[in-house]
């Protein structure tokens, strides 16, 4: 226990080295959690850090990504980085960024924005129980201060329902936040009481007492049918009289590093020998068959959310890696018949839309092909953990049905009207919206083998099947469905407003105005070659989207051209006003994004 107390001792000092190579940092938040993480990394982690993608490692994920220092000093302890390395913490260039990223053997996923440690760690419990069938155990480090975010309920929440007993969130309670003191300061029974009443053990510990701290963790693991929450009384800058436990010090690092080593009693050397993981089964190799695709008739009307979650049933036939995730919509998203088709494969997480992209940020870290799915207005609620996936370069796909105002009389807070702007805003991420069913499952089909985020926008009502089955879609290609060598003006649309381009053509026709009009069904990337040669071809470009103006189909097009030394001549049309409850076609008008909209702006434009 002496070793372990001084183990604790050299993450502090090494904490606070770190922060003072880099004039910046969290060395007072490090240093609270430092006894709690010696004991776990000499004592009861399972690790290979030569091996990272051993199937039986344990999973440590730093909810509170801001004491990445007190991580780097784990590292360095476990001989996974040296201290050379330590003291580039935040340096250009450096994998010891501010807050933890994948690049460092150990890290799944990227941590710092609070609330998402734990959530994501429900999903890699989840994934070792329900589908990987291995008994490694997932290890949270958690802040009170996180404890107010309401993704740490929805986790709590669905990891108690689930009695995932592989989970264990040791949380520092160290009372101080950011700006003062938490909202339950050092009451760890205000918190065991809390959580506890989702489900899960509570242990109430002296966070600095490495008897205690021993026993706790060896409770946790003797727990069965229930996950553990230790919830550990700890004090911030612990070991330096100067920060120790004092308002204004977070975020900074300690005034004298010198003294503040002398003071934690000078610096250590030591080297812990992680202990190996227990051996564990190789995941079967890939069951994988030729797919076989649903086919739809030209001529037919077929719902693009129907098309996807046959598409899914299908993938789920095919390969034995993909898993579906949906948030309590499974009768209107269609992901239900990849529910009835392979339950053990489906994960049921209520309107719960963070837990719902967290799980699947969970899985994919150990391999698994995850589609989420849920409105598109709802998933806005777990943007942020999409956004933080993409730092973590997570691989995940993302299906936001009911989108736009041709849903109908639901009216406004049903309608994903954001969705397209909010996901071409990602880093390398991927925006399709299919307008027919035989266009929808090549699409879904495709993001299996996509890297990235990828989101697959899909529509409420049935539509006309205007490909053949036979058709293939590329991801950053588009389909010219009108083209003449007289034509004007060119009509760029995807989705619901293809079937008003078309009619507007027509028209447009009647009116002696050739109008070519290309299906521009991958939203990023787009297809800026076929766009250029309308433009030279036309001079003239209409865009069309069920959506706002802002950062959807109409501003991918206009930066096709940024640049441009002639661009076209440009309308661009969207959701005009706020909707209400009416038809699909009296929003199509109300919006002005039908056919006679679309053919006024066009005829205006050939005016020009």
Not at 351 to 371: D, F, K, N, S, T
Request: net charge negative; proline share 5%.
């Amino acid at each position: 226990m002496d070793d372990l107390a001084e183990l604790g001792q050299q993450l502090r000092v090494d904490a606070v080295r770190a922060a003072a190579a880099a004039g910046s940092g969290h060395p007072t938040s490090s240093m609270s959690a430092a006894d709690l993480m010696a004991v776990l990394l000499a004592r009861y982690l399972r690790y290979d850090f030569d091996t990272t993608q051993h199937p039986g490692n344990d999973h440590l994920i730093f909810s509170k990504g801001h004491a990445s220092p007190l991580l780097y000093a784990m590292l360095v302890a476990a001989d996974a980085i040296s201290d050379e390395e330590l003291l580039t913490f935040r340096e250009a260039e450096s994998r010891l960024e501010g807050h933890p990223t994948p690049q460092l053997p150990g890290v799944d996923v990227a941590t710092g924005s609070l609330g998402q440690g734990l959530p994501i760690g429900t999903g890699l419990a989840l994934a070792g129980r329900r589908l990987d069938e291995i008994d490694y155990r997932v290890w949270v480090l958690c802040g009170d201060s996180e404890l107010a975010e309401g993704s740490m309920w929805e986790a709590f929440e669905h990891a108690g329902h689930a009695g995932l007993d592989n989970l264990i969130a040791v949380v520092d309670v160290n009372r101080l936040g950011q700006r003062g003191p938490t909202r339950h300061g050092w009451d760890t029974a205000a918190y065991a009481r809390r959580i506890g009443a989702f489900g899960w053990h509570t242990v109430e510990i002296d966070g600095h007492d490495i008897d205690e701290i021993d026993r706790a963790y060896a409770e946790a693991l003797a727990t069965a049918g229930r996950p553990t929450a230790i919830l550990a009384r700890t004090r911030k800058g612990r070991g330096v009289e100067s920060v120790e436990d004092q308002e204004g010090k977070h975020g900074k690092p300690l005034p004298d590093t010198d003294e503040a080593v002398a003071e934690l009693g000078g610096r250590r050397y030591a080297r812990v020998r992680v202990a190996d993981p227990l051996p564990a089964p190789e995941r079967m190799p890939l069951d994988t068959t030729s797919l076989k695709l649903s086919t739809y008739e030209p001529g037919t009307e077929v719902a693009t959310r129907t098309a996807f979650g046959e598409t899914l049933a299908a993938l789920g036939d095919a390969r034995s890696d993909v898993v579906v995730l949906d948030g309590e919509v499974s009768d209107s998203t269609r992901t239900r018949y990849f529910a009835q088709a392979h339950p053990d494969r489906f994960f049921q997480c209520y309107i719960a839309e963070q837990q719902l992209v967290a799980a699947a940020v969970g899985m994919q870290v150990r391999g698994w092909i995850p589609y989420v799915s849920t409105f598109a207005a709802f998933l806005s609620r777990a943007h942020d953990f999409v956004r933080m996936a993409a730092v973590s370069g997570a691989d995940l796909r993302v299906n936001g049905s009911h989108a736009g105002v041709s849903i109908g009389p639901d009216g406004p807070s049903q309608m994903g009207l954001e969705d397209l702007a909010a996901y071409r805003a990602l880093w390398r991420s991927t925006v399709l919206y299919p307008c027919d069913a035989n266009q929808t499952a090549h699409l879904t089909a495709a993001l299996a083998d996509l890297s990235g985020i990828s989101y697959l926008r899909t529509t409420r009502g049935d539509t006309p099947v205007l490909y053949s089955p036979e058709e293939t879609f590329p991801i950053g290609g588009s389909k010219v469905l009108r083209s003449s060598p007289d034509d004007q003006v060119t009509i760029v649309a995807a989705g619901i407003t293809v079937f008003e381009a078309l009619t507007a053509a027509d028209r447009l026709a009647d009116a002696g105005i050739a109008a070519r009009v290309i299906d521009l069904y991958s939203v990023k990337p787009v297809d800026t070659a076929t766009l250029h040669q309308a433009a030279a071809d036309t001079g003239r470009i209409v865009t069309v989207e069920d959506h706002w103006p802002q950062g959807g189909l109409g501003d991918a097009v206009l930066d096709a051209f940024v640049g441009a030394v002639e661009p076209p001549l440009f309308a661009k049309l969207g959701v005009l006003a706020l909707p209400g409850s009416a038809t699909p076609a009296e929003q199509l008008w109300h919006a002005g994004i039908d056919a006679d909209a679309v053919a006024d702006a066009a005829t205006a434009l050939a005016a020009q």
